[in-house]
Structure formats: C-alpha cells, structure tokens
C-alpha cells in the first residue's frame, strides 16, 4: 500500500497543470455535466469536502458559488497549484494534502456534501475502496450527499477507438481488452496504480455501505466521450447544445457505459 500511495503521489506531483487542463480544454463536457446532475442536490451554503480533488477544478467551482469548500489531496503539488488557481479566481477555500483513507482530522457529520472524485480510481483492493467511501460517510451529515466517481472499464475501449486504434493489436493491451469484454473490473498499473471499474461492480461497492441511499447513477460524459475530438471541432453554441442534449441520457442505464467515467450519488441516511 505505501509503494502504490507513493507512486500515484509522484504521479500527480509531476504535472498538475495536465489535469488542470484536462476538464479545462480536452473534457470540458466531463465538468459540465457532472456540475449540472451535482446542483440538483447541493444547497446554497451548503459546506463541502472535496477529497481527492486535484487542482481544484470543482472546489474553485463552488467556492465561487459561495459554498465553504475544503480540498484534500494526496498531491501537495495539486495542493499548491489550487491555492494559486484560488488566488487566480479571486475565491478562498481551504486546501490541505491528506489522504482519503484517513479524514481523522474531520470530526463526525462536518459536511453537507463530500466529493469523492478521484480516490476510487487508484485504490487497488476493494477494502480500501470501502474504507475510503465509510471514511467520507462518517464526516457527512445525516441527510447529506456523498458524489462518488469511478472510471470505468470500458471506458479503455472508448479510449483507444477515439484516440490510438492501433491500441487493440498491441500484446501489452489486450489483458484490458479481454476484461473489458467480459463485464469485468480490473485493479492494474496504467498510468499510475488504477482501478477500472463496470457500472455493476461500483454499485455494488456504494449499496455494500449501511447508512447509504443511492440517489442516481450518471455517466459523467454522458453519451459524449466517443465523440470528444468531434466535438472539439465544433463552435461553442453547437457544443453547448450536445452537452445539454447529453444529459437527458445521462442516467439511462443503457447509455451509461458511453462514458469514461461514472457517479453514484448517494444520501446518508438521517
């Protein structure tokens, strides 16, 4: 477990500003329709914890909506280029490098809302995905909402169709393809130590936890993720039109494996 922290850790120190700009100009849908489907149940006021949360892309979101948002990150590069991009945007928020795994700093029932964005694509065996979803459990608020995110097993296929097709003929690849075919998920070393997942198994994982109610589950890109280099193409107006029209398929169970990635909205029970 430290060897895999310390890795994903050296990861994301390398280059905050590549996932900075991965939801600010590659996947902007991504942003946009996770922040639509998230408003639905965040509150004005509402106090947020954003475990996992990067360089600060939903936090600053929020805090510019005037919410109290704390950030935690296993990256203190992560943690320092939030705070300039917080100083950028003109909004304050907390920002502290942590660990998903371990919230003792957070007392019982803190937040109106916990994100957990991030610490379920890296943690490789599911007590750890269990431990990090009861600790963000135990530092919300009875009645409060706990956004989960998985990247998701197929969304490798989609991947290699849209962005290296010679992909399904390299030997190294074809494990991922074979899993992803059989309806499977898989815990290996990709870009750093990854966990992708089907829309089974993260449901599984998230109705596994006593005191949590699933609200919805949503693919985060929707129907859009094939078509990302299509789209990057298109004037803002048309864009803005697909990512609007995406989301009314955004909770169809047949549409969900069109995305990358997927999240499970979940309610702690009162």
């Not at 100083?87 to 502290?96: C, D, E, H, I, S």
């Not at 065996?125 to 990090?132: G, P, T, V, W």
């Not at 919805?216 to 990057?232: C, D, H, M």
Request: net charge neutral; proline share 4%.
């Amino acid at each position: 477990m430290r060897e895999e922290t310390d890795a994903i850790r050296k990861h994301y120190n390398a280059d905050p500003q590549k996932e900075w700009d991965r939801l600010k100009t590659k996947h902007p849908y991504e942003k946009y329709i996770t922040v639509k489907m998230m408003d639905r149940y965040i509150k004005p006021n509402d106090t947020i914890l954003d475990i996992g949360g990067g360089p600060g892309h939903y936090s600053i979101h929020y805090a510019k909506e005037g919410h109290a948002v704390t950030l935690v990150d296993l990256s203190d590069e992560n943690i320092r280029f939030a705070k300039k991009k917080a100083r950028q945007y003109g909004v304050k928020f907390t920002a502290q490098q942590g660990n998903a795994l371990d919230l003792s700093r957070f007392p019982d029932d803190s937040f109106d809302a916990v994100f957990l964005m991030g610490p379920l694509y890296h943690l490789m065996n599911e007590e750890s995905r269990i431990r990090a979803v009861m600790e963000a459990k135990r530092v919300l608020k009875p009645g409060g909402y706990l956004f989960s995110s998985f990247i998701l097993m197929f969304g490798g296929v989609i991947y290699g169709l849209r962005e290296i097709q010679e992909m399904i003929l390299w030997p190294g690849e074809q494990v991922l393809f074979d899993v992803a075919a059989k309806n499977e998920s898989l815990s290996f070393e990709a870009f750093t130590y990854s966990h992708m997942t089907t829309v089974r198994d993260a449901k599984a994982l998230l109705t596994s936890i006593p005191g949590l109610r699933t609200e919805t589950v949503f693919g985060q890109e929707s129907i859009l993720a094939p078509y990302k280099n299509t789209l990057s193409r298109s004037p803002k107006k048309v864009r803005t039109a697909w990512y609007d029209y995406a989301i009314r398929f955004c909770e169809q169970e047949e549409y969900l494996t069109h995305s990358e990635h997927l999240m499970i909205v979940s309610k702690k029970d009162l």
